[in-house]
C-alpha cells in the first residue's frame, strides 16, 4: 500500500495527483536554480536530465542550451514533459525518452553536462546509474546531483516517502562518484536539506 504511494507520488508518478504535481514541482525550484547557477549552462553545452519528472528544469535548461536529452521511466512523466517542451522537440533541440537511468540509450561521450534533481535517492543501484553518467559525459563534462542530505529533520519531513529513499552521507557520495571515475567531487549540504553533489569527467 505505502509502495504503490510512493509509486504514485514520487517513484514512478503517474494519475491526476501525479501530473499536477510534477507539472509544477514547487518544493524543487530552489534545487533547480542551485543545479543551473553549479552548471553555468552555456550554449553549446549538450545537457541530460535524468528522472526529469514533468520537464521544468529541461524547459529552463533549453533557455541556454541548443540541445537537450532527457529521460524518466514513467509514461506519463514523459507525455507532461513533451507537452512542455513541444516547442523545442520540434524544432529537433530535445530528445525526451521513456526508460530506466540505470541503462541510457546514448554513446559515450555525447553530453557536456548532466543531472539528476530529487530523484537519486530511488535508485537501487546507485554505482550502475553513476558509471552511466560517467560513460556519457564527454572528457570535461559537469555532474550536478541534487538530494536529500542524511539527516533527522528531512526524515521526518517526508516519513512516508522515506523508507523508500537510499540518503547517502557527503563522504559516502564523494565515495561512489570517485569509485566509478569523476576526477574534481564536492558534495555540500545546502539549504532545505539539499544535498548537492557536483563533479566533472
Ligand atoms: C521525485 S520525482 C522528481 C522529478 C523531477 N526531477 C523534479 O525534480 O521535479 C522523481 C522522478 O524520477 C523518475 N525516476 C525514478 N527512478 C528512475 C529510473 N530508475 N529511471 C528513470 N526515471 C526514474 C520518476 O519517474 C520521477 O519522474
Known amino acids: 500500500m505505502l509502495d504503490r504511494f510512493v509509486d504514485m507520488t514520487a517513484r514512478r508518478p503517474s494519475g491526476w495527483f501525479g501530473k499536477k504535481m ?11 536554480c542551485l543545479t543551473l547557477d553549479k552548471l553555468a549552462l552555456k550554449p ?3 545537457f541530460l536530465e535524468i528522472g526529469c519528472g514533468g520537464g521544468v528544469l529541461l524547459n529552463m535548461a533549453l533557455e ?5 536529452k532527457a529521460i524518466d521511466h514513467s509514461p506519463d512523466m514523459v507525455r507532461i ?7 523545442a522537440i520540434s524544432e529537433g533541440r530535445v530528445e525526451i525518452v521513456q526508460g530506466n537511468a540505470e541503462s541510457l540509450p546514448w554513446d559515450d561521450n555525447s553530453f557536456t553536462c548532466a543531472t539528476a534533481n530529487q530523484m537519486f535517492f ?10 552511466e553518467f560517467y560513460r556519457v559525459l564527454k572528457p570535461g563534462g559537469r555532474l550536478v546531483i541534487t538530494s536529500t542530505e542524511d539527516s533527522i529533520l528531512p526524515k521526518l519531513l517526508f516519513v512516508l516517502w522515506y523508507h523508500s529513499m537510499h540518503l547517502y552521507k557527503n563522504q559516502e557520495m564523494e565515495y561512489m562518484l570517485k569509485q566509478v571515475g569523476f576526477q574534481t567531487v564536492e558534495v555540500k549540504n545546502l539549504e532545505r536539506f539539499i544535498q548537492l553533489s557536483y563533479a566533472e569527467k
Do not use: W
Open 44 to 46: 553549446d553545452d549538450v
Open 81 to 87: 514533459a513533451r507537452d512542455r517542451n513541444q516547442e
Open 122 to 131: 530511488f535508485i537501487d543501484k546507485p554505482l550502475i546509474v553513476l558509471k
Open 22 to 32: 510534477y507539472n509544477n514541482p514547487r518544493g524543487h525550484y530552489r534545487a533547480f
Open 64 to 68: 541556454s542550451v541548443a540541445q537537450a
